[in-house]
């Protein structure tokens, strides 16, 4: 435990931090402590889905910056398919399948072509904006409102229980976030993830197809950032708006920088961003504060890099990110 | 006859227009040592990772343990029983050892890979070979010597039968050296059979059975190390006999240029690496600084070169202060300094052989036309410096990674010389360089003495500091602990002192 503590000080201090505020309000006000938390939560949940994102596509070695775009097509496709055939699930589906496609293509192109990456998802970026607000028609509904489901028990629990109710994607955010730490570092495949992002030739010569495993992972990655835009057109609103991901993608690789690309540092992260902005609306809801709104708004911003700066101290890259992988070189 | 663990014919590799191995035919029995030399370039680490299946023959047959089927990668050539050392270490230097070592045939129980497991199998591994080593450690933690061993422990750990040692000795201190040349040994009674690629000629001829010697991709000699000795072997790398021993004039000594007065320095973990260490060295002489590695040694070179901040003392070069001077500033008050990491200091492997040539005088106006640069001139001095270090390459226009680990080493001194310095600092300046091109380099650095430039050579070779040295200070715990003139200098005196002997006076 103290030794756990040690490695993962700054998510102890955020963790710490979450707690303190959250009881404090809590305190006061049982009832506005907890819609604040579940406010926060709501708006952490596509960046932590879209950190996980970058979190597994640069532990391999791929930079993808196109996680702004992937979310908003997601978030489109699931929208309008959902509401074209009726069929909630198919509309999910497809936006699942959308994030996947768009990061098979960006590795694709990355790793056969030897594209820079940075250049590929600024252009996914824009084909995204692009063609969503061209083919987009205002007055479409979903054709029912996504189920919501609460875990008996853990749901119940004061404060926290907002964690284990929600929409399914809502719920499965939590899960993922764990179920990516186990697979990074507790399984075979995380361990060649891991290499494959720090040293290929390592991996090359113990016989792992660096190439291969890059595109694989980054198709995978690419479900969580269209579970974040279904999650934005279909669960946390019922509708899609033109570049309704609104920076959110970019959002969520600057917390996976501040999670140094850990999964469960970038969840800390997130959520802190989300209670920043939790608390800076209700300070504004409350009159609290007398100052502009664009001032309060930035809040959270201003606040989430001065503590994790502050926090996280000095985090490093994987060092093989963003450098195409060609076999023979370097070994 | 004895079983044939390899047995490779007619092998051929072109690289673009380089014939990088050309009808090679060689074969290795089971429990031999094979070692393989020849000249920076000849071809030899390209030869055994067709071996290992990184890069398939372009003519000619490997066979392993009888079966002629084609390597296709290096899962198979593992499955196939051999396991390589290669000479950059293949390393993921975040993880620990025992993650290191299991990469690519890991352990699993359940989904979970099995670290439990993992540890035990270093464990077993390095104590069956007395290869000390922590399987928690993290590799970036650990000096090169013990890296080492974790690649040796990472090829055990598969079943080998052929082990491949590419120039595993280049970055070992004597004592490690030694150490794995008896791992060697015993593996090799224990029936492994090993290819051992080296420049050094006492260490084929400690532990070699048979030598293949290579020369411009060919195989141009087979001989018993029982039949042979150091000064037959270079004959037949070069072709011509080579001078092992330098011979040079008593020095001319002028005035004082590098001052190092009482220096302390913390090492990347913020110790102290570097004790109060002071020396002068004057125009004309080479003070060769001999020492156990990891004494201080490459913080003193950073130092100097100002590519490490010191913590007090000064640094002075022609009575210029520059102890807090960067590398750009020490280069312009005359300093050349060729790094003990040629990969990580000493080039920029994706510019041109003829950019690194000119790295630090670019902006010179040598090789400027008004703002532009002046690429007929960086053209013409590449191939001036080429010819003249016998840098083996097709075109000055490719890429330093095409070269060989010695040629890389000949651009990065060719460079450092052709400024003309006022001091030279040369740190392990012919590690993995052949002997002929270590005759040349040593020739380079007396001339360069000669011509009046002071030089500062640190080496954990000690008859390289034996040879060239005018004048040898001893460092042990980062700092001097004995200086004496190089002529009549006691070897093992050195080494007690070296080892932290007490001397008197
Ligand atoms: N990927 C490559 N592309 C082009 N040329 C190459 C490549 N790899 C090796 N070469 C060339 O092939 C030749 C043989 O290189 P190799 O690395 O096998 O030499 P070596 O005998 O191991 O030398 P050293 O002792 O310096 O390590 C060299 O001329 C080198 O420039
Ligand atoms: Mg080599």
Redesign the pocket.
């Known amino acids: 435990m103290t030794q756990w503590l040690a490695k993962n000080k700054s998510a102890a201090i955020i963790a710490l931090v979450v707690l303190v505020v959250a009881y404090g309000f809590w305190a006061m006000s049982p009832d506005k402590a907890t819609s604040m938390l579940r406010f926060a939560w709501t708006l952490s949940i596509p960046l932590v889905l879209g950190a996980l994102t970058g979190v597994i596509g640069e532990r391999s070695g791929i930079v993808n910056i196109g996680i702004e775009g992937q979310m908003l097509a997601a978030a489109f496709t699931g929208f309008f398919v959902a509401a074209n055939t009726g069929n909630l699930w198919l509309g999910v589906l497809s936006g699942l399948l959308v994030g996947a496609v768009m990061g098979a293509f960006l590795a694709w192109i990355a790793v056969v072509f030897q594209v820079d990456q940075i250049i590929l998802g600024v252009v996914m970026n824009i084909v995204a904006t692009g063609v969503t607000s061209f083919y987009y028609v205002q007055g479409k509904v979903l054709p029912s409102a996504m189920p919501t489901f609460s875990i008996p028990l853990l749901s119940d629990l004061p404060l926290v229980g907002v964690f284990f109710q929600g929409g399914p994607i809502a719920l499965l955010t939590l899960f993922t976030v764990l179920g990516t730490w186990y697979a990074l570092f507790r399984t075979r495949w995380g361990l060649r993830t891991r290499a494959i992002g720090e040293y290929p030739t390592a991996a090359d010569t113990a016989g792992i197809g660096v190439n291969k495993m890059r595109i694989i992972n980054t198709t995978i990655a690419g479900l969580l950032a269209g579970a974040a835009g279904v999650f934005m057109s279909m669960e946390q609103t019922s509708s899609f708006a033109r570049d309704m991901s609104a920076g959110k993608g970019f959002l969520a690789l600057a917390i996976m920088i501040f999670g140094a690309w850990f999964p469960g540092r970038a969840l800390a992260a997130a959520l802190f961003f989300g209670l920043a902005s939790a608390v800076a609306s209700q300070l504004q809801a409350d009159k609290v504060v007398d100052i502009p709104q664009q001032f309060v708004n930035l809040l959270p911003y201003v606040l989430t890099l001065l503590v994790l700066a502050l926090a996280a101290g000095r985090v490093r890259a994987p060092a093989s990110e963003g450098i195409p992988f060609v076999k ?2 370097g070994s | 006859m004895s079983e044939r663990i390899l047995d490779i014919v007619g092998l051929t590799k072109v ?2 227009s ?1 014939r ?2 050309e009808d090679i035919t060689m074969h290795v029995d089971r429990g031999e040592i094979v070692a393989l030399l ?10 055994v ?1 067709q071996i290992f299946g990184l890069g398939r023959p372009d003519a000619g047959t490997i066979t392993i343990n009888g079966d002629p089927a084609k390597i296709k990668d290096p899962t198979d050539a593992s499955a196939r029983g051999i396991g390589m050392v290669h ?1 950059h270490f293949q390393l993921v230097p975040v993880m620990t050892v025992a993650e290191n070592v299991i990469l690519g045939h890991e352990p699993t129980k359940g989904l979970s890979l099995n670290l439990s497991a993992a540890r035990a199998l270093v464990t077993e591994i390095s104590e069956r070979h007395g290869l000390a080593v922590d399987p928690d450690a993290t590799i970036e933690d650990l000096p090169v010597g013990t890296q080492q061993r974790v690649e040796i422990i990472k090829a055990l750990s598969r079943q080998v039968d052929l082990l491949i040692l ?2 595993p000795t280049a970055v070992l201190t004597p004592q490690e050296t030694d150490e794995l040349l008896a791992v060697m040994k015993e593996l090799a009674a224990a029936g492994t059979s090993i290819v051992f ?1 080296t ?1 050094k000629l006492r260490e084929v001829l400690a532990v070699a059975d048979r030598v293949y010697v ?1 020369r411009r ?1 060919k195989t141009v000699g087979e001989v018993r190390a029982a039949d042979t000795d150091a000064a037959g072997l270079a004959q037949m790398m070069v072709g011509r006999s080579v001078v092992l021993q330098v011979d040079k004039a008593d020095p001319q000594v002028g005035d004082e240029v590098l001052k190092v007065d009482d220096l302390h320095v913390l090492d990347d973990r913020k110790l102290p690496a570097v004790n109060g260490f002071t020396v002068a060295v004057r125009a004309g002489e080479i003070v060769g600084v001999a020492g156990v590695e990891g004494n201080g040694q490459r913080e003193l070179v950073e130092a100097i070169a100002g590519m490490r901040r010191p913590v007090s003392g000064t640094v002075s070069l022609s009575g210029k202060d520059i102890t807090t001077a960067d590398p750009h500033a020490t280069h312009a008050a005359g300093l050349g300094h060729i790094p003990e990491d040629r990969e990580k200091h000493g080039l920029v492997s994706g510019y041109s052989i003829a950019d690194n040539l000119v790295l630090n005088r670019f902006d010179e106006p040598e090789f400027t036309s008004g703002v532009m640069r002046d690429f007929g001139a960086i053209k013409e001095n590449a191939a001036n410096w080429i010819q003249v270090f016998d840098i ?2 097709p075109s000055g226009e ?1 890429p330093a ?8 080493q000949k651009v990065v001194v060719a460079r450092e010389m052709s400024a003309k310095p006022k001091l030279l600092l040369a740190a392990q300046p012919t590690r ?3 002997v002929g091109s270590i005759e040349f380099i040593h020739r380079r650095i007396v001339e360069a003495r000669d011509a009046g430039a002071a030089v500062l050579l640190v080496s954990a070779e000690l008859d390289e500091i034996l040879s060239l040295s005018d004048r040898i200070a001893v460092v042990h715990a980062g700092k001097v602990v004995a200086e004496m003139p190089a002529a009549g200098a006691d070897r093992t005196k050195i080494g007690e002192l070296m080892a932290g002997g007490h001397h008197e006076g």
Do not use: W
Request: charged content about 25%; hydrophobic content about 25%.
């Open positions: 023979g070189e | 690289y673009g380089v990088a191995n020849g000249e920076n370039g000849a071809g030899k680490s390209t030869l990772k000479q590419d120039e690629i420049h290579l991709g083996r390459t490719l990674s095409s070269l060989s680990g010695g040629n890389k993995g360089v052949d």
